[in-house]
């Protein structure tokens, strides 16, 4: 059983093996947390949920452990990423990408003798601005290959690695920094870009894939946690979740060319996500904005939780209009409302042990909590 703080802080520990590490993702809590919580909560076959999968690290502990997985997730790169992270691949398959790898680094050899071809871009809103026209080319051409495939696991994964470069070769400062810099992209970078990750990303994957169950289940929600419509009452045996830590990050922003390059759709993730620095910064929402929506999304997750199962929530105390939210507080008061018990609150300082957040996120006095809930 978690006991103490110290026991979720897991400062130098590797969170990246196996599939863990695909594809950067801001504000991922360790994999060692839903790992540990699986081991001493979960009954191999039973059904948990995560309603703010992100990048999928839950999903992919499920899977690892022997437990069927639910993801949901607002942002529809999250579900796609959580997707590939968490499916297993073939030996088959795992030659096909050998092969498409192969057949890039032909194109490169081919382009650097001066053959490259007439690339008609794929037009995309902000392009001239954000990506060089050699790089529009080369993202083109990749995604023009990748269409061709019939394995849509194998595109899935592809896409993916794809994604992750976007940022990397497109003018955007980082992925927490979103401002336009000169980067001076040569040509043929982002195909070398592309080919490296790609190998990267299969051995992870061929790693994972030998150790999971082809016997679970993995199901993955675009869609809105403060509606859980499509999963039926008292199913989910153990819930393991962070959602958003209230005003600190914009998901769909810093996304934003990703999925337009992907095509999936930017509104949805940007009118509907809950917690983000658009509502509390730049629309200047009031705190009961917030507390109304995490309610929701509370409810929503004890009607699919089984009677006397429990949820394990992450989650980080936030500053709205210059006032410090000390959201433990707030779920210690809403909580036994709908029909939870409180039976544990763990909290570390986020300025002590955080290396997810930009500084100034990490503000003094905020806190980081570890919350036990159990259905009544």
Known sequence: MIKTAAEFDFGGED???LSHSLHPYPAKFPPQLPKRILQQYAVKGQIILDPFCGSGTTLVEARIYGVNAIGVDVNGLSTLLSKVKATSLSPLQFKTIGKFIENIQDEIFRWKLGQRPEIKIKEI???????????SEEITFLLNEIHKQKDKDIADFLKIVLSSIIVRVSNQDSDTRFAAVEKNIQNCFTLEQFCKKTTEYNSRMVEFSKIISDKTE????NADSRNLDFIADNSIDLIITSPPYA?????????????RWLDLDVKFAQYNEIGSRREYSSLKEKPEKWNDDLTKCFIEMHRVL?????AFIVIGDSVINKKLI?????????????GFKVNKILSSDLSGHSRIFNPSYAQKGKKEHLITLQKG
């Open 326 to 338: 000390k959201i433990e507080k707030e779920i210690s008061e809403f909580a036994p409302r709908i």
């Open 218 to 221: 993995l199901n993955i929600y």
């Open 15 to 17: 969170t990246s093996y």
């Open 125 to 135: 809103e902000g392009s001239d601005h954000w990506f060089q026209k050699n790089v």
């Open 247 to 259: 005003n600190t990050y914009d998901y769909y922003l810093y996304h934003k060319f990703r999925k």
């Open 306 to 310: 089984k009677p006397d199962k429990l």
